[in-house]
């Protein structure tokens, strides 16, 4: 037997080959039966009233077809496995409406495609998604804003390059942060947007010759808009590339906020502590406490990151137009990424939302770090008049002075200045110790920053009103979304129940 007659004894003679539906088609068929059903029963009903509307088919015949969408038994089909009787779902399914609905069941296919079908279907999959994704993120900003609140006058040392370099607070910290996940919000609902438009109408890439109404059909199941382009609908890869890129750009920033907490939580910094309900001990160590709740968070944020480059690489060097590389294999890893979100930030939420900060020990650590030397530079500047790039010369003279003897900031007094000074510029400067003193206080240094987005107490709170009012915001704005969408999906039940309805109260008056 030569190698050819040996694959097709394996494989069969007849599609679907063993291998490729063990590989391609079986894996695809349990995705959709999980996921694209519902989806799928939706756009038919909308394409049903659709045709019946626009007077290409008769209510009788319509209602028939409604019959079988009705009868189909869907945790029958949920439960089904792939068998290759049927290419995939969407055959399976119109058999199965064409069995109670006869032969006119196969109009339900009047005017569309696999094609733009197909393609409604993930982006009514994907819109929920993300929105789940969406109230996540806002869910974990109200947390937040919370801890924000709680900790807005406890001060600790802000770093640059991992060196400590000024006095801050908590909530200033955090408040960056907030910030980010602001702009993640903004690129999941421009994703959000792109996908929120219906392809139905383009059929296989340019449209159909039956006047359709593709407005309609959108309305029907909630999308705002149409794609204008029937080429586009079909062919457009790029709403997926946006979903891809603001997920990975949402799980990269979560991946550095986690690791700032991990090494917070360390015992050599000592500035937060995990909750016991996030943390487990050692088998062999008892004096351990590891938040391995932020471990999972950051590695978790790795694999988002790497599903979603996944979809990117599978779009990139593909043609412009109907393919597979941006259908079944693909889709998968953009759920696992929003709902990857939606986990992982609600995990975030309930660790960050219990910590406890050392405030005690990082203003400690402050009043005894040399972090506020930039304010004495300036105060230098002030009360001395001198150009600021000398007093920065002075301050810069003081931290090595105080070093070599031994000293931290709180022991920073006027006749130390002078010394400085008159290594720097000749003469000691004579200032007041308590404009010295005043100037080394961390607590001082925080609160003369009260510009916009400084760390300032006053200007803390005020940023919290703020940010508390923009949320409120986008919470209604999101509950309206998804309200939205529930009634358009009510809406079109109701129609098909009113004709379900109609049409068995003709049969009842032989009509």
Request: with cysteine; proline share 4%; charged share 20%.
């Amino acid at each position: 037997m030569n190698s050819k007659e040996s694959i097709f004894e394996k494989e069969g003679k007849k599609f679907p080959g063993s291998t490729y539906s063990e590989v391609v088609l079986a894996p695809a068929f349990e995705h959709a039966k999980k996921t694209l059903l519902e989806p799928m029963l939706a756009v038919h009903k909308a394409h049903l009233i659709m045709l019946v509307e626009e007077g290409l088919l008769e209510l009788s015949g319509a209602s028939q077809i409604l019959a079988g969408i009705s009868a189909l038994d869907k945790e029958a089909l949920i439960q089904s496995t792939y068998d290759g009787q049927y290419e995939d779902l969407f055959f399976l399914v119109e058999s199965q409406i064409m069995n109670v609905a006869g032969e006119i069941g196969g109009s339900l296919h009047l005017a569309r495609s696999r094609n733009d079908m197909g393609v409604a279907m993930y982006r009514m999959v994907l819109r929920d998604k993300i929105l789940l994704a969406i109230e996540a993120l806002l869910s974990f900003q109200e947390t937040l804003l919370k801890v924000m609140d709680t900790y807005k006058e406890t001060i600790v040392l802000g770093h640059t390059h991992t060196q400590q370099a000024q006095p801050m607070t908590f909530s200033h910290y955090l408040l960056g942060m907030y910030d980010v996940v602001d702009r993640d919000l903004k690129r999941l609902k421009a994703a959000y947007d792109t996908c929120n438009a219906s392809p139905l109408g383009a059929a296989a890439l340019t449209t159909t010759g039956f006047p359709i109404d593709r407005n309609k059909v959108a309305e029907l199941l909630g999308f705002p808009k149409i794609i204008k382009s029937a080429y586009d609908s079909i062919g457009g890869a790029d709403y997926l590339g946006e979903i891809a890129t603001a997920i990975q750009l949402t799980f990269i920033n979560l991946g550095r906020f986690s690791q700032d907490l991990l090494l917070w939580s360390s015992q050599e910094f000592s500035a937060i502590r995990v909750a016991d309900p996030f943390v487990q001990t050692s088998s062999i160590m008892p004096q351990k406490r590891n938040p391995v709740s932020l471990e999972h968070i950051r590695a978790l944020s790795s694999s988002g990151i790497g599903n979603a480059q996944t979809v990117l690489q599978m779009l990139h060097n593909t043609p412009y137009g109907d393919i597979n590389d941006t259908e079944d294999d693909l889709q998968p890893y953009l759920w696992k990424g929003l709902h990857l979100i939606d986990q992982v930030f609600r995990l975030t939420k309930v660790v960050v939302g219990t910590i406890e900060v050392n405030e005690a020990q990082l203003k400690r650590r402050a009043q005894e770090s040399f972090a506020t030397i930039t304010e004495l530079a300036d105060t230098l500047f002030r009360e001395a008049n001198i150009p600021f790039r000398t007093s920065h010369s002075i301050a810069s003279q003081v931290v090595k002075i105080a070093l070599a003897k031994g000293l931290n900031a709180t022991h920073v007094t006027s006749a130390l200045v002078d010394e400085a000074a008159k290594a720097v510029v000749g003469i000691p400067l004579n200032l007041p110790e308590e404009t010295i003193r005043t100037a080394m206080d961390p607590e001082h240094f925080v609160k003369i920053r009260s510009l916009p987005g400084g760390p300032a107490p006053e200007e803390m709170k005020r940023a919290i009103v703020e940010r508390k009012a923009s949320l409120h915001h986008h919470i209604s704005l999101f509950h309206t979304e998804v309200n939205r969408i529930k009634v358009c999906m009510e809406k079109l039940d109701q129609l098909t129940s009113h004709w379900a309805k109609k049409d068995e109260d003709d049969i009842h008056t032989g009509q």
